[in-house]
């Protein structure tokens, strides 16, 4: 069964617009979750993150938002630009006993046009 | 400061041949971790290390895959015999803290393999 899930494969969004992905979770053990960005031929890149214990985490133009009781976070980007066009993976942690090894979504294509 | 690396990048080979990748992670970086990233999935763990300790190896398909990591450094991963289904990106991560949640994971280049 898929822990974290990001149901939309892909999203196009026009340069200088908002860009909102989406992310869902159902394991209640998670309390850290993250946003990596991947370009083809290259290793995920972390982006930012969020405990938890916090509702929001703003980093320049990202912003992340957690809603605890619907077990869902966002990730924003405003303004959108041509370099933001990659997959961006939602991903969680938090099993306990020091094993914090990351669950990941499928990931969101996301295209920025000019 | 360096990034994670990984050796070698690409690697075909026939099915039930065996395999193994390296991974060297970023210097002081306690734990280790190794995914696999199926194509259209995200990636999966197979296995975390602490220091040359195994933490996590609950996904690791034991039958077939192995991973090390000796001295607490270096780490290789390897797959013997490999089948189709082991086509994936092998991706190698590691992170500075022991054992906390909310320490970033720095991924490498990964390598691409492909098993006809």
């Not at chain 2, 000796?70 to 054992?99: F, H, M, N, R």
């Amino acid at each position: 069964d898929q822990q974290v899930k990001q149901n939309s494969p892909s999203l196009s969004v026009q340069e200088g617009r908002i860009s909102i992905l989406n992310c869902d979770y159902t394991n209640s053990m998670f309390d850290y979750f993250l946003w990596y960005k991947k370009y083809p031929a290259e290793g995920p890149t972390f982006l930012i993150s969020i405990s938890s214990i916090k509702d929001k985490n703003e980093d320049g133009r990202f912003t992340v938002f957690l809603n605890k009781s619907a077990k869902h976070l966002s990730l924003h980007i405003v303004p959108s630009q041509p370099g933001d066009s990659a997959v961006y993976f939602c991903a969680a942690s938090g099993r306990g006993g020091g094993a914090d090894g990351l669950t990941f979504g499928k990931g969101t294509h996301l295209i920025i046009q000019p | 400061e360096a990034g994670v690396a990984q050796s070698p990048r690409y690697k075909i080979i026939e099915k039930r041949q065996s395999v193994a990748f390296w991974c060297n992670p970023i210097s002081g970086h306690a734990t280790l971790y190794w995914y696999q990233q199926i194509l259209g999935q995200g990636p999966k763990l197979l296995i975390q290390f602490q220091n040359n300790g195994v933490v996590d190896d609950s996904q690791l398909p034991k039958d077939r895959f192995s991973a090390e990591r000796l001295k607490g450094v270096d780490s290789t991963l390897k797959i013997q015999p490999a089948k189709l289904e082991d086509s994936a990106v092998y991706l190698c991560a590691s992170s500075l803290d022991l054992g906390s949640s909310t320490d970033t994971q720095y991924f490498g280049p990964g390598t691409r393999l492909t098993v006809l």
